[in-house]
């Protein structure tokens, strides 16, 4: 199929999908190229199962170094390299069955294929257990000397710094190996979560003022919450919000499963917190946790200043929970085809070089990206990868421009992965997310600053620029939300205390309604509005969400300054290289000193005042623009 037609088949797709409120396709009605290619990572179901057998006898022979990795250096190189081959195939092989499932999360096959392929994981992590403790055992000159005098361990040199860290938190072989196989239940409250809702969760219809019957599915309130007429998003919301209060309880014990995870982690590896365990993974100081949601609390009245000016824009007597996703400017409908969202995003990310331009235009059309919403498709968005392939993208594209933003997002991680891949060894090409959503959010904003450069006109600059501050609401201020419920819920459980779908809504509604001013009148949230927690996948990561805020930070200051550089005479590229070069770093350094080399230092409270100001002065300008007679 020529390019062109598939972007003339893909936008008629998209654009009856928007016309047809509830319409969704069937995988099977959606052309190849609007679908991502798996055959580069196995050809066939078949070859993966013959590629699983093959993996599975492989994994014992991994013991066989067991008591020797101190024999010498070169014992040690010998024993690295064949674990790290064996864990980039089995990561192939998750990564093929996990996409499989989410193509139609109805078909059993594929995920039994996922849990099979995580079952041999947990094998292989078992195999291996030994590891650290006898890497800490050999004692830090002892593996320092070998990395000194063995050129082929220097790429091990971040890891085993890495594992030489873990010293205080590692326990003994045998004690490794039991905690590794209690890895097969750590995801069971995440899988009974993601099997329920994407699959079995009985979501409503309703009937909007046009007559039309619509699915209220994930995607559906995705699309339907943002509709302008305010009677619409009532029902949207209090259909969605309604059946997941139904089965509240579900899903709390889903999320409680989980919790009961991270704390039996905390505790077996002797942390003071659940939160301490997990930041601790990046070596990032708890206090960058505490000191960011001490700064967002401080700054609420920065957030309740836009929300006034959203109250005011929409015309409303009361800000409304239901109002935070509609159009700030009524007049204003931007809808994308794929194509147009595609030459959006490239145009917006061309500051970062024509190579990065021609990647990302690869990606778009080479099947690395599956772009349409199906039924028994996952919802939502992301971006993974297999080493020494390419990246994969999944999106559920139905036009609004909250999705080209999505595409910018995702993009950003695809790029970020594609980069890493290309410039480090297996070992060092993985790269943790907090410096993954820099790369994501910084795409956003040259995103939305491309579209105000070439938009003239004042309502939709006014859209634009509502778009931007509802973006730094969403990725900081809620993210930050979610990150304070998720401390607040992990400190509940390391009490003692079990956490129900009841009082998971009770914490999360005394947070949302003290971020969005209900009690000062700013925005009224109605209890309905405390379940919404269940919505929230990433709860099930382990204090996953902060980063989103603090990548939000950091990329605001990288942006600005890629931006200015590029208006320079002779377009200076200091620190646009400076960028790409932490993103093809990989995890060959610790985050925070990843972001140094990029510009911004995340131990202080100055990125977060330069975003503050940043946001402000986009306030200024919109009311700037409101004053101006019509």
Known sequence: MSRKLLHLLLAATAVAAAAMPGFALERSQVPGGFKWDLTPLYPSETAWQNAKAALAKRIPDAARFQGHLGDSPDAL?????????????????TTYASMLTDEDTRISRHLAMRESAQQLGVQFRSTIAYLRPEILALGDDKVRGFVASEARLRKY???LDNILRYAPHTLSQKEEKVAAQAGAMTDAGEMVRDVFTNAELPYPEVTLSSGKKVRIDQAGYTQYRALPNRQDRLKVFHAFWTKHREFQGTLGAALNAQTRAHVFDRDVHKFDSCVK?????????????TQLLSDVNANLPTLHRYLRLRKRMMGVDTLRYEDLYAPIVKNVDLKYTPDEAMKLTLAAVQPLGDEYVSTLRKAFTGGWMDWMPTTGKAGGAYSTGVYGIHPYQLMNFTGLYEEVSTLAHESGHSLHTYLADSHQPYVTHDY???VAEVASTLNENLLIHHTLDITKDRPTRLFLLGSYLDNLRGTLFRQVLFAEFELRMHELAEKGETLTGENLSKLYLDLVRKYYGHAKGVCKVDDLYGVEWAYVDHFFYDFYVYQYATSIIASTAIANGIRQEAALPGHPTARRDAYLAMLASGSSKYPIDLLKGAGVDMTTSAPFRAAMKEMNAVMDEMEKLLAVKQ
Not at 85 to 91: A, H, I, S, V
Not at 277 to 289: E, G, H, K, T
């Open 77 to 93: 190189v010998r024993a690295l390299d064949a674990i790290m081959d064996l864990d980039r195939d089995l990561n192939r092989l």
């Open 157 to 159: 040199g971040q890891f």
């Open 277 to 289: 365990a997990a930041l601790f993974r990046d070596n990032i100081p708890v206090r960058v946790y």
């Open 432 to 434: 943790s997310i907090f």
